[in-house]
Nanobody, 124 residues
Framework: EVQLVESGGGLVQAGGSLRLSCAAS????????IGWFRQAPGKEREGVAC????????DYVDSVKGRFTISFDNSKNTVYLQMNSLKPDDTAVYFC?????????????????WGQGTQVTVSS
């Protein structure tokens, strides 16, 4: 069974940085897609970034390009989301997820396995 566990959220001032981690287990790790999503109160879940292994190709939503970086460490079965230059609009619960079929997309409807989420709050 695929399991995803996020960590690394917290409270940070605008302009600061956080690194989120997604520890993954239960699937073949040398060929996969992992996505990061976020959901703010009253808003729909939004795709933030995704990464495809093993080639490492990535995709980002326009609002985070140049500020966020997604990466993976196969030795630790972990995917990271480095978030720099954070803004109050980045405040949300952040989730990592994996699709049953490894197709890179930022559409949350295409993902089947989800973590429990971690809160990120950016103060102004």
């Amino acid at each position: 069974e695929v399991q995803l566990v996020e960590s690394g959220g917290g409270l940070v001032q605008a302009g600061g940085s956080l690194r989120l981690s997604c520890a993954a287990s239960g699937f073949i790790f040398d060929s996969y897609v992992i996505g990061w999503f976020r959901q703010a109160p009253g808003k729909e879940r939004e795709g933030v970034a995704c990464i495809t292994a093993p080639d490492g190709s990535t995709d980002y939503v326009d609002s985070v390009k140049g500020r966020f970086t997604i990466s993976f460490d196969n030795s630790k079965n972990t995917v990271y989301l480095q978030m720099n230059s954070l803004k109050p609009d980045d405040t949300a619960v952040y989730f990592c997820a994996a699709p049953w079929s490894p197709i890179a997309t930022l559409n949350p409807d295409e993902y089947d396995y989800w973590g429990q989420g971690t809160q990120v709050t950016v103060s102004s």
